[in-house]
């Protein structure tokens, strides 16, 4: 067997054990380590072993990654879900299909400051979904339509997805941040447009609450400023260059966390908790990220990289053709497979086909930004397609009494403005370095 086929084999090896339930981390560990002894032997993997996971794990930008976690826990704990869906309620709620627009604001401002699509879906889940179904909305739409906007975790920055991309391609942090912005409040502005095209369809189906008055929507609004002021302070800080990315995620962390104490909000549990779960995650990130090095390190010695970089280029096929190929195959491989491992498996393998092709922008460090863009912008899509879909697996849990298929029918609207999205970002990448050429100025 050659070294390219047995690498393919792998994948597919691979591919089995993740099906069968092993995580996702561990298969990669598994059938990457296999193959390395396979290639190198013994002695060279454990050489391997004893340096790599040190190396990798002393990074510190890698930091960032727990920091912006227990900044959204800790805002999760503090019931901000439920203040932003009550503030964006009180001024959109008296409109057909308010109510959702509410919680897709809640999404969205949520999805500013936490970073992580699954966070997004599992908080604004448990404080929208209720309201929701009691107030006469399909349990389904309501579902689907939360999955989705739990995507904007992740396309809003910060994004613990773009973290990784920078890390894994060697790219500015700030720069894919600012590359993201117009592109994820796009995916806002078009997921509540398909809102108000689907309450002008169907009323039954999305109804209106009575109006809030004034003097209540105030005291709403007053009760979320403190978030807005942390939003602000982290992007613009990091931003305008005051904070690394590593230092805006801590000063996050530590104002959020003051807030809560100072109203009440956050206890000596609800702190633990968040802890907790920020362990958690980051253990779960980070278990995937040596996975993911062990094989790619396997793919690296098969030659497969090196193999697929030749057969592009003497493919015939212009660069855009490559580009449209590649990100077909990561919205097929998205369906199947959690984002981050498909990331940072196919990273090494596209990342330098993809930024040796010319698409007539300013240099290298643009294709990379805006190629991080585009991918993020599938993996959004993977993050609720079938059958796999992350983000409709969590809110399914949530959405007692809803079959999947439901819900599912209803990501299927929004799923559209995705595919949209994506061909604007593809046709006009001035939308994603718009931004980052004004921060070099």
């Not at 995705?418 to 001035?430: K, Q, V």
């Amino acid at each position: 067997m050659s070294e390219p086929i047995m690498a393919a084999f792998g994948f597919g090896c691979m591919l089995v054990l993740i099906a069968l339930r092993m995580p996702v981390g561990l298969a990669m560990l598994v059938v990457g380590a296999v193959g390395y002894y396979e290639l190198a032997g013994m002695d060279v993997l454990l050489n391997w072993a004893r340096a790599t996971p040190w190396h990798l794990f002393a990074n510190y930008t890698l930091t960032t990654i727990p920091l912006f976690i227990l900044m959204g826990a800790l805002m999760e704990r503090g019931g901000l879900a439920r203040d932003l869906f009550e503030a964006a309620n009180a001024f959109l709620g008296h409109r057909r299909g308010g109510l959702a627009q509410g919680a897709m604001v809640g999404c969205t401002v949520f999805g500013a400051v936490c970073g992580s699509s699954v966070a997004t879906t599992a908080t604004m889940g448990r404080a929208c979904l209720p309201e929701l179904t009691s107030r006469g909305y399909p349990v389904g739409t309501s579902a689907g339509m939360l999955a989705v906007g739990g995507t904007l975790g992740i396309l809003i920055p910060p994004s613990t997805i773009l973290v990784i991309y920078a890390i894994t391609t060697e790219q500015n942090i700030a720069k894919l941040f600012a590359a993201s912005m117009i592109p994820g409040c796009i995916a806002a502005a078009l997921y509540m447009l398909v809102i108000w095209l689907l309450a002008r369809r169907n009323p039954a189906q999305w109804p209106s609450m009575p109006k809030v008055p004034w003097a209540a929507r105030w005291k709403a609004l007053r009760g979320v400023w403190a978030i807005v002021a942390i939003t602000v302070i982290v992007v613009l800080g990091l931003y305008l260059g005051i904070f690394t990315p590593t230092e805006s995620a801590a000063v996050g962390s530590a104002l959020t966390l003051a807030m809560g104490v100072a109203r009440g909000d956050l206890k000596g549990g609800d702190i633990a908790q968040a802890l907790r779960a920020t362990a958690e995650t980051t253990g779960m990130i980070f278990a995937i990220l040596l996975g993911a090095e062990m094989f790619n390190g396997f793919l690296a010695l098969s030659g497969l990289p090196d193999l697929a970089a030749e057969w592009v280029a003497n493919s015939g096929l212009p660069p855009y053709g490559v580009l449209i190929a590649l990100l077909l195959f990561y919205v097929l491989l998205g369906a199947v497979m959690d984002e981050l491992a498909m990331i940072l498996l196919t990273l090494p393998v596209f990342f330098p086909v993809v930024v040796a092709l010319d698409f007539g922008l300013g240099g290298t460090e643009d294709i990379a930004i805006w190629f991080g863009v585009l991918v993020l912008t599938v993996v959004g899509i993977g993050l609720t397609a079938p059958p796999i879909g992350l983000n409709v697996f969590v809110i399914a849990s949530m959405a007692r009494g809803a079959p999947i298929s439901a819900i599912y029918k209803g990501v299927l609207p929004f799923l559209a403005t995705d595919f949209i999205r994506l061909g604007l970002c593809l046709a006009f990448p001035g939308l994603s370095l718009w931004l980052v050429h004004l921060m070099a100025q």
